[in-house]
């Protein structure tokens, strides 16, 4: 079997530091830490963290007011900030540098009195901490499709201002964007969008993926936006299988005996080992296996702690 890896694949800056952050909050003050959300989107990074004594509640009061608390890499809102203070409680702040930007944007076009767009999903915690950097008064136009663009009640000679979910898919965005810059000729945002660099190359590693094999495994949780996207930029650019899997156990093995090309790339919030893992078993299960990389960028984007 032929077996393609991408490059780049799995964490990212923000993830690697996020989990550092509640690593070193329990090594520093022991345990329980709690960590309001989870960390980031991936089964196997909070196993291995609940296993270390980190506790993973929804809401703060879940939590007691002495034990320290971690804020997840997908932010959160200045009312979950401001409650955590009155509480009195010892905040770690594990928001992605990033994902920060995007608060920082939100607010600048919230100055200005500009009619903003979030694109984005709804219910997903980014985008409720991104609009809960506003007043809650405050109208915020939230869309996810080209079609909602398309629709949306904004007359058309307003000032406007947009930002992005740092997660989704490159090339639905590009899309959304053109028709929004079509729309109004003078909207304020990022001309690539606040997409991040992470999602960013490893969608581009995808689609060269397609190109090499077309059957793809990507390594990462489904409540991950980043990996379900490089499921559908396989799809997209011409993979007949793609299959986003928790880890090899999940794979339908028949299925695979029957292929002699295979892609693997795993999401920003998806460990190395799990890709290790599945090398292992493939070379268990076949005689010969040839590997081969597709590198597509060199990552050296370190965020401190």
Known sequence: MDVYLTAPRGFCAGVRRAIAMVEDALLKHGAPVYVRHEIVHNKHVIADLEAKG??????????????????????????VFKEAQRRGMMV??????????????????DEAGLEIIVIGKQNHPEIIGTIGQLDKARKVHVIYSLE?????????????????????????????????????????GLDRADICYATTNRQAAVRELAQATPNIVILGSKNSSNSRHLCESAFKHGAQNAWLID???????????????????AGASAPEYLVE?????????????????????QENVNFKL
């Open 54 to 79: 980190a506790v993973f509640i929804e809401e703060l009061n879940e939590a007691p007011d002495n034990r320290p608390v971690v804020f997840s890499a997908h932010g959160v809102s200045l009312d």
């Open 92 to 109: 770690i702040d594990a928001t992605c540098p990033l994902v920060e930007k995007v608060h920082k944007r939100i607010k600048l076009f």
């Open 148 to 188: 909602e663009a398309q629709k949306l009640d904004i007359s058309d000679g307003a000032a406007v201002g947009f930002v992005t979910q740092t997660t989704l898919s490159v090339d639905d965005t590009k899309e959304i964007i053109a028709c929004l810059k079509q729309r109004f000729p003078n909207i304020q």
């Open 247 to 265: 880890d090899y156990h999940e794979l339908d093995w028949a299925e695979i005996d029957k292929l002699s090309s295979l892609g693997i790339s």
């Open 277 to 297: 893992n599945l090398l292992t078993e493939l070379k268990r299960r076949y005689n010969n296996i040839n590997i081969q990389q597709i590198i597509m960028a």
